[in-house]
Protein backbone atom coordinates (compact mmCIF):
# COMPACT_ATOMS: atom_id res chain seq x y z
CA UNK A 1 0.00 0.00 0.00
CA UNK A 2 3.27 2.18 0.81
CA UNK A 3 4.15 1.86 -2.54
CA UNK A 4 1.06 2.38 -4.10
CA UNK A 5 0.48 5.89 -2.13
CA UNK A 6 4.12 7.07 -3.47
CA UNK A 7 3.16 6.14 -6.82
CA UNK A 8 -0.03 7.94 -6.86
CA UNK A 9 1.47 10.88 -5.65
CA UNK A 10 4.28 11.29 -7.72
CA UNK A 11 6.69 14.27 -7.26
CA UNK A 12 2.72 16.25 -6.42
CA UNK A 13 1.80 16.19 -9.88
CA UNK A 14 -1.98 16.33 -9.12
CA UNK A 15 -3.22 18.18 -6.53
CA UNK A 16 -4.18 17.32 -3.22
CA UNK A 17 -8.21 17.55 -3.55
CA UNK A 18 -7.58 14.77 -6.22
CA UNK A 19 -4.92 13.05 -4.31
CA UNK A 20 -7.13 12.37 -1.54
CA UNK A 21 -9.82 11.32 -3.56
CA UNK A 22 -8.48 8.87 -5.29
CA UNK A 23 -9.38 5.13 -4.73
CA UNK A 24 -5.63 3.89 -3.70
CA UNK A 25 -6.15 7.10 -1.17
CA UNK A 26 -9.68 6.16 0.35
CA UNK A 27 -9.24 2.95 0.71
CA UNK A 28 -6.12 3.51 2.91
CA UNK A 29 -7.87 5.60 5.14
CA UNK A 30 -10.69 3.67 5.32
CA UNK A 31 -8.74 0.62 6.31
CA UNK A 32 -6.21 2.76 9.01
CA UNK A 33 -9.63 4.30 10.46
CA UNK A 34 -11.79 1.36 10.36
CA UNK A 35 -14.55 3.39 9.45
CA UNK A 36 -16.25 4.99 5.98
CA UNK A 37 -18.30 7.96 7.59
CA UNK A 38 -15.16 8.68 9.70
CA UNK A 39 -12.81 8.05 6.43
CA UNK A 40 -15.15 10.69 4.28
CA UNK A 41 -15.39 13.39 7.07
CA UNK A 42 -11.14 13.34 7.29
CA UNK A 43 -10.71 13.57 4.24
CA UNK A 44 -13.01 16.50 3.69
CA UNK A 45 -11.52 18.42 7.07
CA UNK A 46 -8.02 17.38 5.62
CA UNK A 47 -8.54 18.87 2.60
CA UNK A 48 -10.67 22.43 4.12
CA UNK A 49 -7.20 22.84 6.22
CA UNK A 50 -4.86 22.54 2.62
CA UNK A 51 -7.13 24.65 0.76
CA UNK A 52 -6.96 27.32 3.32
CA UNK A 53 -3.50 27.17 3.44
CA UNK A 54 -1.69 28.09 -0.09
CA UNK A 55 1.52 27.32 1.32
CA UNK A 56 0.18 23.63 2.21
CA UNK A 57 -0.58 23.12 -1.43
CA UNK A 58 3.01 22.87 -2.52
CA UNK A 59 3.79 20.02 0.10
CA UNK A 60 4.17 16.37 -0.96
CA UNK A 61 0.73 15.11 -0.78
CA UNK A 62 1.92 11.85 1.03
CA UNK A 63 3.96 14.13 4.09
CA UNK A 64 0.30 15.87 4.54
CA UNK A 65 -1.59 12.76 4.84
CA UNK A 66 0.94 10.40 7.24
CA UNK A 67 0.85 13.79 9.32
CA UNK A 68 -2.74 13.96 9.04
CA UNK A 69 -3.06 11.00 10.53
CA UNK A 70 -1.12 10.76 12.92
CA UNK A 71 -3.17 14.22 14.17
CA UNK A 72 -6.53 11.97 13.87
CA UNK A 73 -4.75 8.65 15.91
CA UNK A 74 -4.86 11.38 18.32
CA UNK A 75 -7.96 12.77 18.29
CA UNK A 76 -6.71 16.49 18.09
CA UNK A 77 -8.17 18.91 15.11
CA UNK A 78 -6.26 20.08 12.26
CA UNK A 79 -7.77 23.55 13.10
CA UNK A 80 -5.28 26.06 13.57
CA UNK A 81 -7.41 28.27 15.52
CA UNK A 82 -7.84 25.52 18.35
CA UNK A 83 -4.02 25.10 18.47
CA UNK A 84 -3.77 21.24 19.21
CA UNK A 85 -1.78 20.54 16.50
CA UNK A 86 -0.71 22.12 13.04
CA UNK A 87 0.71 20.78 9.83
CA UNK A 88 3.36 23.40 8.74
CA UNK A 89 4.92 23.69 5.36
CA UNK A 90 8.90 23.45 5.12
CA UNK A 91 11.46 23.28 2.49
CA UNK A 92 13.44 20.25 3.11
CA UNK A 93 16.58 20.47 0.92
CA UNK A 94 16.48 16.82 0.21
CA UNK A 95 12.77 16.42 -0.87
CA UNK A 96 11.56 20.18 -1.49
CA UNK A 97 8.05 21.45 -0.09
CA UNK A 98 6.81 19.18 2.66
CA UNK A 99 4.46 19.08 5.65
CA UNK A 100 5.48 18.77 9.30
CA UNK A 101 3.81 17.74 12.10
CA UNK A 102 3.74 20.39 15.21
CA UNK A 103 2.10 19.33 18.36
CA UNK A 104 0.47 23.03 20.14
CA UNK A 105 1.55 23.35 23.89
CA UNK A 106 -2.76 23.39 23.85
CA UNK A 107 -2.03 19.72 22.22
CA UNK A 108 0.19 18.50 24.98
CA UNK A 109 -2.44 19.89 27.98
CA UNK A 110 -5.37 18.14 25.98
CA UNK A 111 -3.17 15.13 25.75
CA UNK A 112 -2.06 15.03 29.78
CA UNK A 113 -5.51 15.76 30.77
CA UNK A 114 -6.89 12.70 29.01
CA UNK A 115 -4.63 10.74 30.52
CA UNK A 116 -6.13 10.60 33.97
CA UNK A 117 -2.68 10.59 35.65
CA UNK A 118 -3.09 14.86 36.13
CA UNK A 119 -4.82 16.71 38.67
CA UNK A 120 -3.02 20.01 37.79
CA UNK A 121 -1.06 21.28 34.84
CA UNK A 122 -0.10 24.84 34.12
CA UNK A 123 2.39 26.50 32.12
CA UNK A 124 2.88 30.86 32.05
CA UNK A 125 4.93 33.51 31.61
CA UNK A 126 6.58 35.02 34.71
CA UNK A 127 6.49 39.17 34.81
CA UNK A 128 9.27 41.16 36.31
CA UNK A 129 9.51 40.83 39.92
CA UNK A 130 7.58 37.32 40.62
CA UNK A 131 10.33 35.13 40.69
CA UNK A 132 11.38 34.42 44.14
CA UNK A 133 14.40 31.62 43.69
CA UNK A 134 14.11 28.08 44.44
CA UNK A 135 13.00 26.40 47.94
CA UNK A 136 15.81 24.75 49.47
CA UNK A 137 13.56 21.46 50.28
CA UNK A 138 12.22 21.02 47.06
CA UNK A 139 14.70 22.49 43.99
CA UNK A 140 11.70 23.63 43.22
CA UNK A 141 11.40 27.52 41.86
CA UNK A 142 9.19 29.83 43.51
CA UNK A 143 6.45 32.79 42.91
CA UNK A 144 4.86 35.56 44.63
CA UNK A 145 2.58 36.11 41.65
CA UNK A 146 0.77 40.10 40.97
CA UNK A 147 -2.96 39.98 41.69
CA UNK A 148 -4.00 43.04 40.13
CA UNK A 149 -4.30 41.95 36.26
CA UNK A 150 -3.71 45.09 34.85
CA UNK A 151 -0.62 46.02 36.47
CA UNK A 152 0.67 42.64 35.74
CA UNK A 153 0.71 43.13 31.98
CA UNK A 154 2.74 46.31 32.03
CA UNK A 155 5.36 43.98 33.36
CA UNK A 156 7.99 42.80 31.15
CA UNK A 157 8.47 38.90 30.86
CA UNK A 158 11.42 37.89 32.48
CA UNK A 159 10.84 33.76 31.74
CA UNK A 160 8.43 31.15 31.44
CA UNK A 161 7.18 28.10 34.18
CA UNK A 162 5.31 25.11 33.80
CA UNK A 163 4.30 22.44 36.73
CA UNK A 164 1.63 19.77 37.17
CA UNK A 165 0.55 17.82 40.87
CA UNK A 166 -0.42 14.39 39.33
CA UNK A 167 -2.97 12.31 41.05
CA UNK A 168 -0.55 10.66 43.29
CA UNK A 169 -0.13 13.85 45.03
CA UNK A 170 3.69 14.36 43.24
CA UNK A 171 4.35 17.88 41.76
CA UNK A 172 7.08 19.09 40.43
CA UNK A 173 8.06 22.78 38.33
CA UNK A 174 10.16 23.92 36.18
CA UNK A 175 11.39 27.33 35.37
CA UNK A 176 13.25 29.33 32.47
CA UNK A 177 14.26 32.75 32.32
CA UNK A 178 13.59 34.45 28.93
CA UNK A 179 17.47 34.84 27.67
CA UNK A 180 17.41 30.75 28.59
CA UNK A 181 14.39 29.86 26.77
CA UNK A 182 16.13 32.73 23.61
CA UNK A 183 19.33 30.35 23.36
CA UNK A 184 17.16 27.49 23.34
CA UNK A 185 15.18 28.48 20.20
CA UNK A 186 18.94 29.55 18.76
CA UNK A 187 20.28 26.23 19.49
CA UNK A 188 17.88 24.18 18.51
CA UNK A 189 16.08 25.63 15.44
CA UNK A 190 17.85 26.47 12.51
CA UNK A 191 14.73 28.29 10.86
CA UNK A 192 14.66 31.11 13.74
CA UNK A 193 18.28 31.33 13.70
CA UNK A 194 17.67 32.61 10.24
CA UNK A 195 14.63 34.65 10.91
CA UNK A 196 17.07 36.38 13.55
CA UNK A 197 19.77 36.87 10.74
CA UNK A 198 17.69 37.80 7.88
CA UNK A 199 14.96 39.95 9.81
CA UNK A 200 12.23 37.84 8.85
CA UNK A 201 9.32 36.07 10.80
CA UNK A 202 8.81 32.81 8.78
CA UNK A 203 8.67 30.49 12.29
CA UNK A 204 6.43 29.44 15.19
CA UNK A 205 9.49 31.03 17.40
CA UNK A 206 9.01 34.69 15.94
CA UNK A 207 5.54 34.60 15.38
CA UNK A 208 4.52 33.53 18.76
CA UNK A 209 7.76 32.97 21.09
CA UNK A 210 5.47 32.93 24.02
CA UNK A 211 3.87 29.74 22.69
CA UNK A 212 6.73 28.16 21.88
CA UNK A 213 7.75 29.16 25.17
CA UNK A 214 5.13 27.05 26.71
CA UNK A 215 5.42 23.82 24.80
CA UNK A 216 9.25 23.77 25.10
CA UNK A 217 8.72 24.13 29.41
CA UNK A 218 5.55 21.30 28.62
CA UNK A 219 7.80 19.38 26.52
CA UNK A 220 10.77 18.90 29.15
CA UNK A 221 8.34 19.02 31.93
CA UNK A 222 6.41 16.01 30.95
CA UNK A 223 9.01 14.06 29.46
CA UNK A 224 11.15 14.07 31.97
CA UNK A 225 9.11 13.80 35.68
CA UNK A 226 5.67 12.83 34.10
CA UNK A 227 3.50 10.02 33.56
CA UNK A 228 3.12 9.84 29.65
CA UNK A 229 0.08 7.91 28.04
CA UNK A 230 0.59 6.09 25.05
CA UNK A 231 -0.72 8.66 23.53
CA UNK A 232 1.82 10.97 25.00
CA UNK A 233 4.43 9.06 23.95
CA UNK A 234 2.89 8.79 20.27
CA UNK A 235 2.43 12.61 19.57
CA UNK A 236 5.87 13.46 21.55
CA UNK A 237 7.69 11.04 18.59
CA UNK A 238 6.18 12.57 16.45
CA UNK A 239 5.96 16.27 17.21
CA UNK A 240 8.28 18.51 14.91
CA UNK A 241 8.93 15.51 12.59
CA UNK A 242 7.71 14.67 8.88
CA UNK A 243 5.59 11.51 9.31
CA UNK A 244 6.65 9.57 6.62
CA UNK A 245 5.06 6.23 4.42
CA UNK A 246 6.28 3.91 6.77
CA UNK A 247 5.61 6.09 9.88
CA UNK A 248 9.26 6.63 10.05
CA UNK A 249 10.23 10.11 11.36
CA UNK A 250 12.43 12.77 9.81
CA UNK A 251 13.19 16.03 12.12
CA UNK A 252 13.52 18.14 9.44
CA UNK A 253 14.53 21.24 11.31
CA UNK A 254 17.98 19.65 12.23
CA UNK A 255 19.08 20.20 8.55
CA UNK A 256 20.88 23.86 7.49
CA UNK A 257 19.07 24.50 4.54
CA UNK A 258 15.14 24.55 5.69
CA UNK A 259 12.84 27.49 5.50
CA UNK A 260 9.77 27.56 7.18
CA UNK A 261 6.24 28.77 7.02
CA UNK A 262 4.10 29.82 9.57
CA UNK A 263 0.28 28.82 9.65
CA UNK A 264 -1.44 31.52 9.11
CA UNK A 265 -3.52 31.55 11.97
CA UNK A 266 -2.18 31.99 15.89
CA UNK A 267 -4.58 29.84 18.87
CA UNK A 268 -5.22 32.33 21.48
CA UNK A 269 -3.11 32.38 25.07
CA UNK A 270 -4.30 29.73 26.57
CA UNK A 271 -2.51 28.81 30.68
CA UNK A 272 -4.00 25.61 31.98
CA UNK A 273 -6.51 23.19 31.78
CA UNK A 274 -9.51 24.90 32.74
CA UNK A 275 -9.12 27.25 30.01
CA UNK A 276 -9.13 24.61 27.31
CA UNK A 277 -12.24 24.95 24.89
Known sequence: MTNE???????NQIGFTSFMTSNVVQKKVNDILGDEKRGARFISSIVSAVNANPMLKECDNASILSGALLGEALSLSPSPTLG????VPFKDKNRGMVAQFILGYKGYLELAMR???????????????EYKGRDRLTGNPTF??????DIREEKKIIGYM?????????TKTIYKTQKQMEEHAMEYSNGYRSDKK????????SKDFTSMAFKTLLRQLISRWGIMS???QQAYDGDMAVINDDG?????DNQEDVITFEVQEQPKEVHNLDEIE
Open 248 to 252: SRDYV
Open 230 to 232: IEL
Open 162 to 170: ASFTLTNGF
Open 198 to 205: NGTSYTFW
Open 144 to 149: EFIEDD
Open 115 to 129: SGQYKDINVMEIREG
Open 84 to 87: RMYL
Open 5 to 11: ITKSKGS
